[in-house]
């Protein structure tokens, strides 16, 4: 069976830290997530039923304070329908590997990273392969026509230089068949 590929950079959550020098309200401790770039026109629309498809994902996390974050901490959730693969990751200091593990009796893809520190303008970032699995009843995802959320939504959590906790989520990817 011949797999879609979407060849095109999406960065899914450039879960920007802002150099905010006071928290207003509306602010998002100084946060700030992303809209999604999606190139190619909207890859994530009108897919065929049955079809095998793959997109490549970044999620980036920028700190743009003028002084290190620490303790930074990235999640994700996928759905069942999918398989996730993570094909490079880069940055961070003092942190570890990102994980994919599976859970629940779907097993639902998670993305999980301990990140470390950031200095003032440093990012990380970790690439991912996101494709359709094949569901229990032995066919290709997608069955059946609707709304299926790609993922829940990256989420960032850090320390700031007086060791007070963030966090910031960005918005789901939803992909929709016909």
């Not at 009108?46 to 999640?75: A, D, H, K, M």
């Not at 999918?82 to 200091?93: E, H």
């Not at 639902?108 to 990380?124: D, K, M, N, P």
Request: aromatic letters at 12%; charged letters at 15%; a negative charge.
């Amino acid at each position: 069976m011949k797999v879609k590929k979407l060849h095109l950079l999406v960065i899914m959550a450039s879960l920007m830290i802002l150099a905010i020098p006071s928290i207003s309200a509306g602010s998002c401790d100084g946060v700030w997530i992303g809209k999604y770039p999606y190139a190619c026109g909207a890859p994530f629309s009108g897919l065929e039923l049955y079809t095998p498809y793959e997109w490549f994902i970044r999620i980036e996390v920028y700190n743009g304070n003028p002084y290190t974050i620490t303790n930074v901490r990235l999640s994700d959730r996928f759905g069942a329908e999918f398989a996730v693969t993570i094909m490079d990751y880069g940055g961070g200091m003092g942190g570890g590997i990102p994980e994919v593990t599976l859970h629940g009796g779907s097993d639902q893809c998670r993305v999980t990273w301990y990140i470390g520190s950031l200095a003032s303008g440093e990012s990380a970032w970790v690439d991912l392969q996101v494709e359709t699995d094949i569901n229990p009843g032995g066919k290709q995802e997608f069955t059946s026509c609707g709304e299926y959320y790609l993922n829940s939504g990256a989420v960032v959590k850090w320390l700031d230089d007086r060791g007070k906790q963030h966090s910031n989520e960005a918005d789901p990817v939803v992909v929709t068949t016909y």
